[in-house]
C-alpha cells in the first residue's frame, strides 16, 4: 500500500496489520497487486454494466480515425486515465512520444488545448451517465475522475448552466 500523507504519529505496525509492505510519502495513494491479480476473474463482474460504459467511452471518442489522429489518441488516454488519478499532461505525452511542451503545441496548432480535451471528455461522460443510466453523483463524480461530488456540481454548472440532477430530470 501507498499513501500520498505521511506517517501517522500513531505508533501501529501498519505492515503487520494490513499484511503488506506500507509506505508513505508516494506520489499517490495506491493499493498494488501482483501482476497476477489482474488475470484472476472479477467475481459479481457485471457485463450489462461493462457495456455502458465502453458505449459510453466510444460514443464521447468518436470512431477510431484511419491515420494517427493526435488528438484522438491524446482522449482516448486521458479517458483511460480519469479513474486512476489526475491526467496529467507529462504522462499523456510520454504516452505519445513526445514532451509536454510538444503536446502543448501540436494541440494548439489544431486549436485545441489539453485542458479543454479533459473537459469536453467529462462533461461528454457526465451528460451520458446522466441520461443513460441511474448513477449517483458520487459513481459519475468518480468515473469522469472527480474526487467528490461537489467539484463535479460545479464543472457541470459550469458547461451546461444548470445541475446534474436537474439535467437528468429534463432529459428524462
Not at 21 to 44: M, Q
Not at 92 to 103: C, N, Q, R
Not at 124 to 130: D, E, S, T
Request: glycine share 8%; with cysteine; hydrophobic share 40%.
Amino acid at each position: 500500500m501507498e499513501f500520498i500523507h505521511g506517517r501517522p504519529n500513531a505508533t501501529v505496525a501498519y505492515d503487520r496489520y494490513l499484511g503488506c509492505p506500507v509506505r508513505f510519502h508516494s506520489e499517490w495513494d495506491a493499493l498494488v497487486y501482483d501482476a497476477k491479480t489482474g488475470e484472476l476473474p472479477v467475481i459479481g463482474a457485471d457485463d450489462k454494466l461493462l457495456k455502458v460504459l465502453e458505449g459510453a467511452c466510444r460514443n464521447v471518442l468518436g470512431p477510431a480515425p484511419n491515420t494517427r489522429d493526435l488528438v484522438h489518441e491524446v482522449r482516448s488516454l486521458a479517458m483511460d486515465q480519469l479513474t486512476k488519478g489526475p491526467v496529467r499532461i507529462d504522462g499523456v505525452a510520454l504516452a505519445v512520444g513526445m514532451s509536454a511542451k510538444t503536446l502543448e503545441r501540436r494541440l494548439a496548432d489544431k486549436g485545441r488545448t489539453f485542458s479543454g480535451l479533459i473537459d469536453e471528455i467529462r462533461s461528454g461522460l457526465a451528460k451520458r451517465y446522466l441520461s443513460e443510466t441511474d448513477f449517483r453523483l458520487e459513481q459519475i463524480a468518480y468515473l469522469t475522475g472527480y474526487s467528490e461530488p461537489a467539484a463535479l456540481v460545479r464543472a457541470f454548472k459550469r458547461w451546461t448552466g444548470t445541475t446534474p440532477m436537474k439535467y437528468r430530470e429534463a432529459v428524462l
